[in-house]
């Protein structure tokens, strides 16, 4: 009987042993799939990002051309602040611009102002962001996730690297 006992307790104990295992395991699996979820996302916004410095890019450099080829040329841009309402204003910037048409960088400050020219807020307001540095005519924005988006002055291109 005594015997008997100790079996049924080591088999309850075997069961509720392998039962907090599987549980244990559904929680790491869903906490890898979480983090993946994360990674995914924050590639995407850095992505959709590149995109808006692409397009308005393209429109600084049409109208540089548009304009004769000035050294400053000043533009409007629509900033929203409600998508849901279609609200915002237009926003005048300045750009001091290179010999091929691009807006020109020379410190990590400028590549700071022209974030904020180009996407509307400061480098410090963007989810992820993490460092923002000037090297060789380039400006390199860091993001927390490894991503970097880079803005090449000479060609105006805007590139997005690993690290």
């Known amino acids: 009987m005594n015997q008997r006992k100790l079996l049924d307790d080591n088999r309850k104990r075997f069961v509720q042993l392998v039962s907090f295992s599987i549980v244990l ?13 994360i990674d995914q996302a924050e590639q995407q ?22 304009r004769f080829r000035p050294t ?8 929203g602040t409600d998508s849901s309402e279609g609200t915002g204003s237009i926003h005048s910037i300045t750009l001091q611009m290179n010999q091929a048409g691009w807006p020109k960088v020379n410190s990590s400050q400028d590549c700071l102002l022209l974030w904020r020219d ?12 993490a460092l923002a540095e000037y090297a060789q005519q380039e400006c390199q924005f860091t993001f ?12 105006g291109q805007v590139l997005l690297q690993g690290l």
């Open 45 to 66: 916004l850095v992505e959709d990002y590149q995109q808006i410095w692409v397009s308005r890019l393209a429109q600084v450099h049409g109208l540089w051309l548009a």
């Open 72 to 79: 400053q040329l000043t533009l409007n841009f629509w900033q």
């Open 118 to 129: 180009i996407m509307g807020l400061d480098w410090q307001q963007q989810p992820s962001a």
């Open 25 to 37: 395991l559904l929680i790491l699996l869903l906490l890898r799939s979480f983090i993946r979820t």
């Open 144 to 155: 927390k996730q490894s991503l970097v988006l880079v803005y090449q002055a000479q060609q």
